[in-house]
């Protein structure tokens, strides 16, 4: 027990001070998790009488995986870009005309029929107080006015002013004007240039190029200990149950077996989730005959991998642009994307994900929101595999622990 305090707190103090380097780490399990059953029915093939090695499973999936990956970047990448900058310069001007010109006026006649109408109240006139001072324009000539009493106001240019001897009797006076040469102008133009947009030019082009080349460098990564892992899974899981006292091993294989069950309803499961609301969003999208579809297509499978959240927001961009080409083709879609999920929850989920992935609807949101708040979009996508992991380690510790018995399904209702 005491061996166990130790390196459970080793392993945390461990993982909060890598942190920031932890994410190949954890894409790399993901993956190899989700990578796992297909290296297992490769290797059981027998070739010539002898089963495929390990490695040339591993191997031959990386090489299918990054040849799929390519070819649909290459074919998907440019329709994407395309289509999204035809988005954000022709679709979400109109739409925001459109809002402005149609839906406002709606929007706040309902507000006044609610709250009455409200009248707006001219600006009061003040009148000018008898013998008050009469203002000064402030031009910027140089101005001479008479006040009461025979004296007088001078009124200077902000320039100043240049005093110039006429002859022995007369000096003239008169205000300094600085009219910049069309070289000065360019100069002035061009050192706010350099001092104001050089700079952000600089630190944006940084930003990105440090960014992709980051990306990379995880994705490689990603793989790496993927591959690491896949090769090796005899060697990492037998370590881990050498650190288990002999009598408690079955216990340990039951607890592996407890987490498999969660994690491939909510891994395994949502990704094959993913792929049939894409397609079968695509489906909907090409009847409809929406603008934009394929991208609206990949937009909905990227965003169904985050639970309850990503349902709404993928289905936000697809009903705008139904808007812009009239209201039957906006509710046509919007009807879709509602059968599309009402098959997947009373469908899709309890035959894919199973019985044994279940978690509870308000786990679910607060690990997202946890998840998002401390960690981003990475931390949202993150959040419901780690709530599968803790929701078994509990039930775990439940049964074993506390001496409960095997609880009919492992979740938390």
Same mark, same amino acid.
């Given at each position: ?31 190899? @998790? ?9 290797? $059981? ?12 499973? %591993?191997?031959?999936? @990386? %090489? ?23 988005? #954000? ?18 929007? $706040? ?39 009461? =009493? ?10 100043? /002013? ?35 947009? #050089?700079?952000?030019?600089? $630190? ?77 969003? #695509? ?32 289905? %936000? ?58 960690? =981003? ?26 001496? @409960? ?6 979740? /938390?209702?």
């Amino acid at each position: 027990m005491v061996f166990a305090a130790v390196s459970l707190a080793v392993v945390v103090a461990v993982i909060v001070a890598s942190r920031a380097v932890l994410l190949p780490f954890v894409l790399g399990v993901l993956l190899a @998790y989700v990578l796992h059953p297909v290296v297992g029915s490769l290797t $059981r093939v027998r070739l010539g009488g002898r089963s495929v090695p390990r490695w040339v499973a %591993v191997l031959g999936i @990386y %090489v299918t995986l990054i040849t799929t990956l390519v070819v649909t970047l290459l074919a998907v990448t440019p329709r994407v870009v395309s289509e999204g900058r035809s988005f #954000a310069l022709h679709e979400v001007p109109a739409l925001r005309q459109r809002f402005e010109r149609d839906w406002m006026p709606r929007v $706040r006649s309902a507000v006044a029929r609610v709250q009455g109408t409200v009248v707006a109240t001219p600006p009061r006139e003040v009148a000018e107080a008898p013998g008050a001072e009469a203002r000064v324009p402030d031009d910027g000539a140089l101005r001479v006015s008479p006040e009461p =009493g025979g004296a007088f106001r001078v009124s200077l240019p902000a320039e100043g /002013v240049v005093i110039e001897r006429v002859d022995d009797a007369h000096w003239t006076l008169r205000p300094r004007r600085h009219l910049p040469s069309e070289g000065d102008t360019i100069q002035r133009e061009l050192r706010k240039l350099g001092q104001g947009h #050089a700079a952000d030019v600089l $630190r944006v082009g940084r930003g990105i190029i440090g960014g992709v080349i980051g990306g990379i460098f995880n994705f490689f990564m990603t793989l790496m200990v993927s591959a690491y892992l896949l090769v090796t899974e005899a060697r990492v899981l037998g370590f881990f149950r050498s650190l288990v006292r002999p009598e408690s091993r079955d216990s340990f294989d039951h607890l592996l077996r407890r987490l498999d069950r969660g994690l491939s309803g909510v891994v395994r499961g949502q990704l094959i989730i993913c792929l049939v609301n894409g397609s079968l969003s #695509a489906v909907g999208f090409a009847l409809a005959d929406l603008k934009y579809w394929p991208t609206l297509a990949v937009v909905a499978t990227v965003f169904s991998l985050i639970p309850i959240f990503g349902t709404v927001l993928s289905s %936000v961009p697809a009903v705008a642009i139904g808007l812009t080409q009239g209201f039957g083709t906006a509710l046509f879609v919007l009807l879709w994307i509602i059968g599309i999920h009402q098959l997947e929850a009373n469908l899709l989920n309890p035959k894919i994900m199973g019985d044994q992935a279940k978690i509870h609807p308000v786990l679910v949101v607060f690990s997202l929101l946890a998840g998002e708040h401390a960690f =981003g979009i990475l931390g949202a996508l993150l959040a419901v595999p780690v709530m599968s992991v803790a929701q078994t380690l509990f039930l775990h510790w439940r049964t074993y622990a506390l001496g @409960y018995g095997e609880p009919a399904t492992d979740s /938390v209702t």
